[in-house]
């Protein structure tokens, strides 16, 4: 079956360290792979859009890396703040329209 | 509109009611999606449609759901029958055109059932 795996425990860093989120999947194989916040109460929001034939892709502090050998996917925040605290979700393109969410990760970065 | 709105934004209902939840997306995006989420879940695809089309409700739990678009735009995921298991947060999201990835979401409608 289909899977999608984020980080389970929160991850919790120092303001000004690299956050590093890791989604690995198995059963896809998708075009594209897409990395959301969500803040609590709050609807999740677009962050970056990597495709399968991408390495890494940046926007600002924010890097993503995608593996499709290791079906694996990394996030990275560098010089993290505290406003960078929320949930991430990993999403994967399936069926050529529809996405399918991981459980997220909680960040918490403490000044 | 600005954003993907829903409403109501919080409903209490007893089991064995019905509940229709609205959605109303960004003025002229295509595509429409519905989730649901649970507490400390990522979502949960249930449908989608293209203009007023659905083209998979593959993600529907059972019969007793059910969700239309009848002129391409505003779109009612209808629940029929509550039952307490289908308490959850159920989130709409919209995009631009067809399988362009990025998905706006609205703040979702809190469904509680007693």
């Known amino acids: 079956s289909q899977k999608i795996e984020q980080n389970s425990e929160a991850l919790n860093i120092q303001e000004g360290k690299t956050a590093t989120l890791t989604c690995n999947y198995t059963?896809?194989?998708?075009?594209?792979l897409q990395w959301y916040r969500q803040d609590p109460g709050r609807g999740p929001v677009f962050l970056l859009l990597?495709?399968?034939?991408?390495k890494e892709k940046r926007k600002e502090r924010l890097k993503v890396t995608f593996d499709t050998t290791l079906k694996q996917s990394l996030f990275h925040i560098t010089a993290s703040q505290p406003a960078d605290s929320a949930t991430y979700l990993c999403?994967?393109?399936?069926?050529?329209?529809?996405?399918?969410f991981g459980k997220g990760t909680s960040l918490l970065v403490t000044p | 509109g600005a954003g993907v709105s829903q409403s109501p934004r919080y409903k209490v209902t007893k089991r064995g009611q019905d509940v229709a939840l609205r959605c109303d997306p960004i003025?002229?995006?295509?595509?429409l999606y519905w989730y649901r989420q649970a507490l400390g879940q990522g979502p949960e695809f249930l449908t989608y449609?293209?203009?007023?089309?659905?083209?998979?409700k593959s993600g529907l739990p059972n019969d007793r759901f059910s969700a239309e678009r009848p002129e391409g735009s505003i779109s009612t995921l209808t629940i029929q029958r509550t039952e307490q298991r289908d308490s959850a947060m159920y989130r709409c999201?919209?995009?631009?055109?067809?399988?362009?990835?990025?998905?706006?979401f609205g703040e979702g409608s809190r469904l509680t059932v007693l």
């Open positions: 999201a919209s995009t631009q055109g067809q399988n362009t990835g990025e998905l706006f």
């Open positions: 059963n896809y194989s998708p075009a594209y």
């Open positions: 990597i495709r399968e034939n991408e």
């Open positions: 999403a994967l393109e399936t069926s050529g329209y529809a996405l399918n």
């Open positions: 003025s002229g995006h295509v595509s």
């Open positions: 449609f293209n203009y007023e089309a659905q083209q998979d």
